[in-house]
């Protein structure tokens, strides 16, 4: 298949371009065909990974079914692996087919596991990044073992946001099958404070939902190596685990480097408040694989997710020739971590702390709507 001089070429199904998907299956611009570059048939919604862990959810409802989603939406879906760019021949190089020529080019490929600072972490380790290979290797690995009851000691390294979900997530699928099974110890280990990047106030409510599922808490502690039994700490110490689950430090994939894009510090492309990648008319990049050099934030979807609209309105006016859009992302953000059992922990800037049903209940309704987007006819 060759691709029109006109192509707009999404690489990436992550958060921002599903939307852009939508945007355009609703309302076309004449002349812009939309394609998609996705190394994956169906793209997780990570807000609904632990509660899936947890079996709160299936796996068909946390998954968005990107052909499926193309076909409603008029996107050419390309099944490939995008490898490079070439700026000057404005074509995405692709593992094991040819390069895919582009008007518009946007790159929403998400982050990857940094695992250089934990030897044996790819051998004996689950990282929860790709989630799509993650789920895979949980199926083989923890699947089996939580249902069979053969889990001992679970170390989930990395106490960040998603680190203390999937901890309550493992503590609500074990607790499910305790009738079965002896109970598995399960430890959450970080080299700061859990979620330092909450305040204090939902941090206390984190710590109290911690001990009330009794789960371990090892703070201020650095792991530096998976082996069979244990994760090795910085001071040497063995602490024992079966299963290991990785939530640490995540990074840009490398190729974005052999781009000729401009980077910022941490890898991701450096990108004016128009989304577009610095210095170029004709490349866009969003989510965390981008960094918008005027309002640097941290890694969240919620920030992928407000950038949707924004991208599919740019890319609309730089097609059409007008001015774009500047973006300005929100500097406080809504976290809501669920515990698994029904109650779930919220907190926004400096001061809003809330712990409770009401909040699971909120964060369910907030993830199935944004689900049902993509997953109905649109
Ligand atoms: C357990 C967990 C829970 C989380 N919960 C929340 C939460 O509640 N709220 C929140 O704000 N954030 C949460 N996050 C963070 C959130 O997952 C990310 O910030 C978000 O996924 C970023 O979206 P994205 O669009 O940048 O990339 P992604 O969602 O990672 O999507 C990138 C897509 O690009 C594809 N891709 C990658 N490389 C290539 C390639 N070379 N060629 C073609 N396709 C490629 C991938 O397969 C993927 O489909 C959580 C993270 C985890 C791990």
């Known amino acids: 298949m060759t691709q029109a001089p006109g192509d707009v070429v999404l690489i990436g199904g992550g958060h921002t371009h599903i939307q852009v998907m939508t945007a355009f299956g609703r309302r076309p611009e004449p002349g812009l065909r939309l394609v998609l570059i996705s190394d994956q048939t169906h793209a997780p919604y990570?807000?609904?990974?632990?509660?899936?862990?947890?079996?709160?959810?299936?796996?068909?409802?946390?998954?968005?079914?990107?052909?499926?989603?193309?076909?409603?939406?008029?996107?050419t879906l390309i099944l490939a692996r995008a490898t490079g760019l070439d700026l000057a021949r404005r074509q995405v190089l692709c593992d094991g087919r040819a390069p895919v020529d582009y008007h518009l080019a946007s790159i929403d490929v998400g982050i990857i596991p940094d695992l250089s600072g934990i030897a044996g972490a790819d051998r004996d380790g689950l990282a929860v990044k790709p989630i799509g290979s993650f789920l895979a290797r949980c199926d083989a690995i923890l699947g089996a073992a939580v249902d069979e009851g053969r889990l001992r000691d679970v170390a989930v390294v990395g106490n960040g946001a998603a680190g203390v979900e999937l901890a309550f997530a493992l503590a609500a699928r074990l607790r499910a099958r305790a009738q079965a099974s002896p109970p598995a110890r399960i430890t959450l280990i970080g080299s700061g404070p859990?979620?330092?990047?909450?305040?204090?106030?939902?941090?206390?409510?984190?710590?109290?939902?911690?001990?009330?599922?009794?789960?371990?808490r090892r703070d201020g502690v650095r792991i530096v190596a998976v082996e069979a039994g244990a994760v090795v700490t910085a001071t040497n110490e063995r602490?024992?685990?079966?299963?290991?689950?990785?939530?640490?430090?995540?990074?840009?994939?490398?190729?974005?480097?052999?781009?000729?894009?401009?980077?910022?510090?941490?890898?991701?492309?450096?990108?004016a408040p128009t989304l577009l990648a610095m210095g170029r008319e004709d490349v866009f990049a969003v989510g965390d694989c981008a960094t918008i050099l005027e309002h640097s934030r941290e890694k969240a979807g919620v920030f992928a997710v407000r950038q949707g609209p924004v991208l599919a309105r740019n890319i609309r006016r730089r097609w059409r020739g007008e001015e774009l859009e500047r973006h300005r992302p929100q500097t406080a953000y809504l976290v809501i971590l669920m515990t698994g059992d029904g109650r779930a922990i919220a907190g926004r800037g400096a001061w809003l702390a809330a712990e409770g049903r009401l909040v699971w209940w909120l964060k369910d309704w907030i993830d199935r709507r944004f689900m049902a987007r993509f997953q109905t006819a649109i």
């Open 194 to 216: 859990v979620v330092a990047t909450l305040n204090a106030g939902v941090r206390r409510h984190i710590h109290r939902a911690l001990d009330r599922h009794g789960i371990a």
């Open 46 to 75: 990570s807000g609904m990974l632990p509660g899936h862990l947890a079996g709160l959810y299936r796996r068909d409802e946390m998954l968005i079914d990107l052909a499926a989603l193309a076909e409603a939406t008029g996107t």
């Open 239 to 271: 602490i024992a685990a079966d299963t290991v689950l990785i939530s640490t430090r995540a990074r840009p994939p490398r190729w974005l480097g052999e781009t000729g894009l401009e980077l910022s510090q941490d890898g991701s492309v450096a990108t």
